[in-house]
Structure formats: structure tokens, C-alpha cells
């Protein structure tokens, strides 16, 4: 019933359209945002038929005898439409393992897309994977704001916004990437941790060019000088600043308390989530606690979400019990 093909160039058209009708997908499966990195990633994205029609994507790449979905991604998915029904989901996925088996792939590690993203409940692959014997091999905390059920500031939060207000800070959203990312962003990256950010300047730049409505830039500015800013990722339920960052200014501007509370509250009537993004560390055996601390303070709370290593062996023995 089903048949699997591994994604090839000309397929992008069918791919793209896919994607921006699935419940679970959000512009990063686009394949002019999966490809950016592409010299940087073996592709090994999969479409898998119902007959003549698509039924599902797997977004991934290969790495050794395993194939990964997504790692250039900050997560992967079995990507479906509305319309999926479980027991085609599961055959579906079945065949996908079969598929990688007979490729010689060994495992599948599935970098599962936190629900909150998805359009309507989709949690077929977290049931499938339970029943492939896969193992939890990462579980990650996102520090989460639910919109429809917002909680208050702490006190101490709400007095740093004011004093950011009294600071006469100005923020807007404009297209330079340029000022925040050299001035700020690399700067404090590379000062803190010694590393880069995951995407260069140019790339994100060619990202926001290609996603507008997707990618935008928020700088705040303190007497016509730039003192934070954020690149944020915007999908159709959740806002996510992707970057964000100020200069040494911050605690006595409170800047970046400022700039969070802004962007939460323009898209509050927009969107259903503020992702804070992760606060763990170590695959999830590391907890930051004063990260916790202070995005707790904005009234947000823990969301888990974990990967997964499934043996494609799996397939054979891969049943479904009914009564």
C-alpha cells in the first residue's frame, strides 16, 4: 500500500506544498530553509506514497549507518496532514523503517517536533516509536508561555520592564541583521561560550529574505544606539527568538527584559506560545537553574520534549494489537 522514495531536487515543488498544509510542519521543513546547510549534511529526506498520492515526509539527513531527522534542524517529524489516520500512520512509518533497513541504515534517531507547533493534536509517532521499542536517548526542558492560560510577572520582572520604559528604550523591527549580530550577538557568543552562532550572518539574512514573515529582526535602541536585539522565528502557533542578546548595559537598562516582554505581549492575540527555547543541557542532564528562574519570572513553565533512537529492525516485528 505504501512506497518510499528518497527526496531528490525535483520533487521540491510537491515537497513545499506538502509542508505548508501539514499539522505537524512549520517552515523550517521548507526545503529552501532545509537546504541552506545543505554542503554541511548528507541529505536523506524521505516521501512515502499512498498509492499514487503523498501521505507523509520524514525531513532528515545520514550520518555514518544512521539517519538522523533532522540534525541541522532544531527538530524533525513525521510529517502528515489533518487527514492521517493512525493505522495508515503506523503501516506508513513501518514501511519507512523497512525502507532504511533494506539501505543498510542501522538506526533512526527522531528529533521529534514539540507539540505545542503543531496546527492539531499530532501525536502518532510518539505511539508508533513506543511500540518500535525506541529509546529515550534526550529529554530537553522548553520554558514555555501558554497564551490561552497566561500567569503574571513576578513582581521583581515587572519592575525591570518599567525600568527599561524609564530608560527611554526604543525598539523596532527593521531588516538590519547586520548591526545586532556584529556589534552584539557573535561578540557575546564567542565572549561566554566560544562558539559561533548556529547560523552566520549571511545565512540568516538570506533566510529572512527567503521567510518574511517567518524571520524577523527586533533591535532596541538607547539614545540612537543599539543595545539588544533578538532575531525571532515565527510559525502559525508560536513565537521563538531564535537569537537574543545585549550589550554589558543590560542589567542597568534591564534591556532585555524590555524587549522579552514586548515580544510576548505583540503577538499574544496572534499566536497559542512563547517558546523560551530549551534551558537543559547534556541531553537533558544539565538543568540551568537561574535560566529556569528567570524565565519562570515571565510566567512561563516546562514543556519536555525528547529524542528517540529506534533500530530499523524494528519493522519486522512492528505490530499494532487490537481488540
Known amino acids: 500500500m505504501f512506497v518510499v522514495k528518497q527526496y531528490k531536487k525535483e520533487y521540491k515543488q510537491e515537497w513545499d506544498s506538502f509542508v505548508k498544509t501539514a499539522k505537524n510542519a512549520t517552515f523550517l521543513f521548507q526545503r529552501d530553509f532545509m537546504d541552506y546547510h545543505s554542503d554541511r549534511f548528507e541529505d536523506f529526506s524521505l516521501m512515502v506514497y499512498k498509492g499514487d498520492k503523498l501521505y507523509a515526509l520524514l525531513p532528515a539527513n545520514k550520518k555514518g549507518n544512521n539517519v538522523i531527522s533532522h540534525q541541522g534542524l532544531t ?41 505545542f507547533y503543531n496546527n492539531v493534536p499530532s501525536d502518532e509517532l510518539e505511539y508508533i516509536l513506543f511500540k518500535a521499542n525506541a529509546k529515550t536517548i534526550k529529554s530537553d526542558v522548553i520554558l514555555l508561555i501558554d497564551y490561552k492560560n497566561p500567569l503574571s510577572f513576578i513582581k521583581s520582572r515587572r519592575q525591570a520592564i518599567r525600568r527599561g520604559a ?23 557568543m564567542y565572549n561566554k561560550y566560544k562558539v559561533k552562532p548556529i547560523h552566520s550572518l549571511n545565512e540568516i539574512k538570506e533566510l529572512a ?5 517567518n524571520i524577523k529582526q527586533f533591535n532596541v535602541y538607547k539614545d540612537e544606539e543599539l543595545v539588544a536585539g533578538s532575531t525571532i522565528f515565527i510559525t502559525k502557533t508560536t513565537i521563538h527568538p531564535q537569537y537574543i542578546s545585549a550589550n554589558i548595559e543590560k542589567n542597568t537598562l534591564e534591556s532585555l527584559d524590555f524587549l522579552y516582554n514586548h515580544i510576548i505581549n505583540l503577538y499574544k492575540d496572534e499566536k497559542s506560545f512563547f517558546d523560551f527555547n530549551t534551558s537543559s543541557e547534556d541531553s537533558g542532564n544539565l538543568i540551568n537553574k537561574g535560566i529556569i528562574f528567570w524565565k519562570e519570572s515571565f510566567g512561563a513553565r516546562p514543556h519536555i520534549v525528547n529524542n528517540y533512537l529506534v533500530e530499523t529492525s524494528a519493522y519486522k516485528t512492528l505490530e499494532i494489537k487490537t481488540t
Open 75 to 115: 527538530y524533525g517529524s513525521f510529517v502528515l496532514q489533518d487527514s492521517a489516520k493512525l493505522f495508515y500512520s503506523f503501516n506508513a512509518f513501518k514501511k519507512v523503517l523497512e525502507f532504511l533497513y533494506n539501505e543498510e541504515i542501522k538506526k533512526l534517531d527522531m528529533r521529534v517536533i514539540p507539540s
Open 209 to 213: 529574505s527567503k521567510f518574511p514573515e
Open 166 to 188: 524609564k530608560n527611554n528604550l526604543i525598539i523596532k523591527i527593521e531588516d538590519n541583521y547586520n548591526d545586532f549580530w556584529n556589534t552584539i550577538l557573535i561578540p557575546n
